[in-house]
């Protein structure tokens, strides 16, 4: 089976900087070591050690470093942090992701210059990195060097568009500026991407007052409070985790990312024996419950990738995401019927999201139902689609036995991918057999 979902660290992505430690007895069972309690004191060691054990087997991957930067990181041992990802930089020294991390970690230090001059050489290398030019403008704002930062906030809305921080923290400087109309315009962009937060109506309230625009200000401000309270009421709900939970939390996190370091070197029992142990820490855990349907699937234990695709479904049954994974789960087991039944429900979550209905499609054409096949790609690609997605509906077609429907699309497929050598091998092919 396909891997469903992404692996951060065969990529070399990051983790969101939490670090939930608080005094609880626990169990922290990790490979190689005696069970022992885990303690505010000692879960940092325990987590160091755990990371130790991977080096060992992989000394001369960066992997082992990175990890170990994350956790420095999340216990806020910033200097330790920078020294960690420095070690991995040696070992992998144009990894974007690591510096992406060092140059993070600096600005926590309010070490900007450096942080500054780590973005931009990420930059270099990946232009389009994910939050890169974002937090480089956050940096260089740092500084005083708003015009700047303004243009590093503008490339990170070029690339990421629908991006509600990016457009948040450019209507910001453009507030910083005195362009009140541009940061409005920000504003009222980052409400409509995510309405969650109460910043962004603080900010339109300020630009809107400073614009003498009362009745807009007053009505901004009625929004911010509203969202302020919304927000309370959130952190409250995150507050009610025991300590308990907090600290297996954090030993869960350690045990997810170190899994995905043997996972990344093909040492995928160990693999599995530090995702089990992450969700056995943190029941909630969805990336490990992931990890492992995708790993027991590969080492021909099909029920257990079944019963955790399963308990993905029931805990959250409105996610589109996860009856996509039971549903690829299943077909890969051979039950298309019900594998179509979780797809065609994923499909009516996210009618626009074309991977789900790719899948489906191919189930569809398993089960011989080519038509409504057909019918779930021609929604699926109203508003444009990949090449991938043409090359599945020429299929569909050529199923159906429509050779000039199937060969239309193909050529639609190629203009989205001229390159693709298999694509043209298959017009060329499919034009053959219509002039016969």
Do not use: C
């Not at 990175?66 to 990894?95: C, M, T």
């Not at 243009?151 to 453009?174: D, N, Q, T, V």
């Not at 507030?175 to 962009?189: F, L, V």
């Amino acid at each position: 089976m396909k891997r469903l979902i992404d692996n951060p660290v065969l990529r070399m992505a990051g983790t969101r900087p939490r670090w939930l430690v608080a005094a609880a007895m626990l169990l922290l069972a990790s490979s190689g070591l005696a069970d022992k309690a885990v303690t505010p004191e000692n879960v940092l060691n325990r987590s160091l050690d755990i990371v130790a054990e991977a080096a060992k087997q992989f000394p001369d991957s960066p992997l082992p470093d990175y990890v170990k930067g994350g956790v420095y990181f999340r216990s806020q041992r910033y200097e330790k942090a920078v020294e960690a990802y420095k070690q991995a930089l040696k070992l992998r020294p144009k990894s974007a992701e690591i510096q992406y991390h060092l140059a993070f970690t600096y600005s926590r230090l309010h070490r900007f210059d450096e942080a500054i001059a780590w973005y931009r050489k990420l930059i270099g290398i990946r232009p389009d990195f994910p939050k890169a030019n974002q937090r480089l403008g956050k940096a260089l704002f740092e500084r005083g060097q708003v015009g700047e930062a303004i243009e590093a906030m503008k490339r990170e809305i070029k690339y990421y568009p629908k991006s509600p921080s990016a457009h948040y923290y450019l209507g910001e400087a453009y507030w910083q500026q005195g362009e009140y109309k541009k940061a409005i315009e920000h504003a009222r962009e980052t409400v409509e991407l995510d309405d969650r937060y109460p910043e962004p109506y603080y900010l339109l309230a300020k630009a809107h007052r400073n614009l003498g625009n009362r009745k807009e200000a007053k009505s901004a401000i009625e929004s911010f409070r509203k969202a302020k309270q919304s927000e309370t009421k959130r952190l409250d709900s995150v507050s009610h985790i025991t300590n308990a939970e907090s600290a297996a939390r954090a030993a869960a996190k350690t045990h997810f990312e170190v899994g995905e370091v043997y996972q990344a070197h093909g040492s995928l029992r160990q693999a599995i024996s530090h995702y089990e142990q992450a969700l056995e820490l943190d029941s909630d855990h969805v990336d490990a419950r992931l990890r492992l349907v995708e790993l027991y699937q590969k080492r021909g234990k099909p029920k257990r990738a079944v019963e955790l695709a399963r308990e993905l479904v029931a805990r959250r049954s409105d996610r589109p995401q996860y009856r996509m994974v039971l549903g690829m789960t299943l077909a890969s087991n051979g039950d298309w019927e019900e594998a179509a039944k979780h797809l065609r429900r994923a499909n009516k979550l996210a009618p626009t999201d074309r991977r789900i209905a790719r899948r489906y499609a191919k189930v569809l054409l398993r089960r011989k139902a080519s038509a409504e096949a057909l019918k779930v790609m021609r929604e699926a690609i109203l508003d444009g689609g990949e090449a991938r997605d043409y090359d599945l509906l020429s299929r569909i077609h050529y199923r159906r036995g429509n050779l000039k429907k199937s060969l239309a699309a193909m050529r639609k497929a190629i203009d989205r991918a001229p390159k693709n050598s298999m694509y043209q091998k298959r017009y060329r092919q499919l034009k053959q057999r219509l002039n016969q």
